[in-house]
């Protein structure tokens, strides 16, 4: 199993940036999915969690309404869609997979999550 995350760069304050997950050795469809970032001297935050469905997300209060996902099951892929971007979304960005055994819907903390991508960094200039 594997999750490549990629899309990610410098990019100026008020920039988009499209950060890609792609998933080998699993179908991404199945699994619920999320986002984390880790912003430099912070730890490691929830970004966006997805459900196995699709049908159910949850953004954090600082990209709601910025931030959008997205999923092509053809490409066996995930994004992020990250708008007006500021200099505090400066980070790592991780993609993330949660077992499908697992029985809840929405997973918000880390450790709920099974499979990981090897994070993409994105910086935001002022």
């Known amino acids: 199993v594997q999750l490549q995350a990629s899309g990610g760069g410098l990019v100026q304050a008020g920039g988009s940036l499209r950060l890609s997950c792609t998933a080998s050795g699993l179908t991404l469809n199945n699994y619920a999915m999320g986002w984390f970032r880790r912003a430099p001297g912070k730890e490691r935050e929830l970004v966006a969690a997805?459900?196995?469905?699709?049908?159910?997300?949850h953004f954090a209060d600082s990209v709601q309404g910025r931030f959008t996902w997205s999923r092509d099951n053809a490409e066996n892929s995930g994004y992020l869609q990250m708008n007006s971007l500021k200099p505090e979304d400066t980070g790592i960005y991780y993609c993330?997979?949660?077992?499908?055994?697992?029985?809840?819907?929405?997973?918000?903390?880390?450790?709920?999550?099974?499979?990981w991508g090897q994070g993409t960094l994105v910086t935001v200039s002022s």
């Open positions: 997805i459900s196995r469905s699709g049908e159910s997300a």
């Open positions: 993330a997979v949660a077992d499908p055994r697992r029985l809840g819907l929405l997973y918000l903390s880390a450790n709920q999550y099974d499979y």
